[in-house]
């Protein structure tokens, strides 16, 4: 199974993407993952609300297939323990699933289209964190969800 990250624009805080990259590194270990970074809509200044995270979802969309299984970041998603989160991990890849896609959303959230398409919904935290950060904490998280089900040091119940 291969993992992506769906994100829109980039990361401008070095220290922030340092932290993505260790993380990333250390995931390799154990499962093919790749973050893809959206770029920011243009004249986004000049759209609406609506506008735009329809020109978002169209740039989500355009990135899966039919066969992907799409999770949202979503505030209104199913809360996981790190141990759940890891069962989550474990069931998917049992399931025989090639392509899992996480996606974290534009500024106002995902079109309606977005939604309709996406096959669930997981929320990280019922507090607001800033789009940059959320990478961190999600990419941290399946680092730590595969050293869960590996036994491995990492985590300490």
Partial sequence: MKITLLAIGKTDNKQLQSLMDDYTKRLGFYIAFEMEVIPDVKNAKNLSEA???Q????EILKRTTTAD???LLDEKG?????EGFAQF????????LKNLIFVIG???GFSDAVYERA???VSLSAMTFSHQMVRLF???QLYRGFTILRNEPYHHR
Avoid: C, H, R, W
Wanted: glycine share 12%.
């Fill in 55 to 58: 020109a978002e979802g169209d």
């Fill in 51 to 53: 506008l735009q995270k």
């Fill in 138 to 140: 999600f990419i941290e």
């Fill in 89 to 96: 991990l474990q069931k998917k890849m049992n399931s025989g």
């Fill in 78 to 82: 199913k809360t996981y323990s790190s």
């Fill in 119 to 121: 096959n669930g919904k």
């Fill in 106 to 108: 534009g500024p106002y």
């Fill in 69 to 71: 299984v799409l999770i």
